[in-house]
């Protein structure tokens, strides 16, 4: 019922900035859904990026502070993630995930997944 879809990964050089989007679809959806960005390295295990519930409250993990932003619209079911100063090691698969959790801590505690955005960085 609800819909993930990621967009906006590509492959660039170290230094440049992407902008990913994920577009929330479903009656089910609530803007008091917990959003969070992950990411998976080939042949490693997911890991967040950063995360922003409800009431506006943020969390990154540290490789990214400073140089991602993740940021929601309600009035558009849409969340970010903006992506600065990337670095090879950002390369990845980005994951939009959901969950009505008000708290969510761990992979686990996220309900709903998008398939995926491929970002690759060139060095």
């Known amino acids: 019922q609800v819909q993930l879809v990621e967009s906006g990964g590509g492959l660039v050089q170290a230094g440049d900035s992407l902008r990913l989007s994920c577009v929330v679809s479903g009656r089910t959806f609530s803007s008091r859904y917990a959003m969070g960005w992950f990411r998976q390295p080939s042949g490693k295990e997911r890991e967040l990026v950063a995360a922003?519930?409800?009431?506006?409250?943020?969390n990154y993990r540290d490789s990214v502070k400073g140089r991602f932003t993740i940021s929601r619209d309600n009035a558009k079911n849409t969340v970010y993630l903006q992506m600065n100063s990337l670095k090879p090691e950002d390369t990845a698969v980005y994951y939009c995930a959901g969950t009505k959790r008000l708290y969510p801590v761990v992979r686990a505690d996220y309900d709903y997944w998008g398939q995926g955005t491929q970002v690759t960085v060139s060095s």
């Open positions: 922003i519930r409800s009431s506006g409250s943020i």
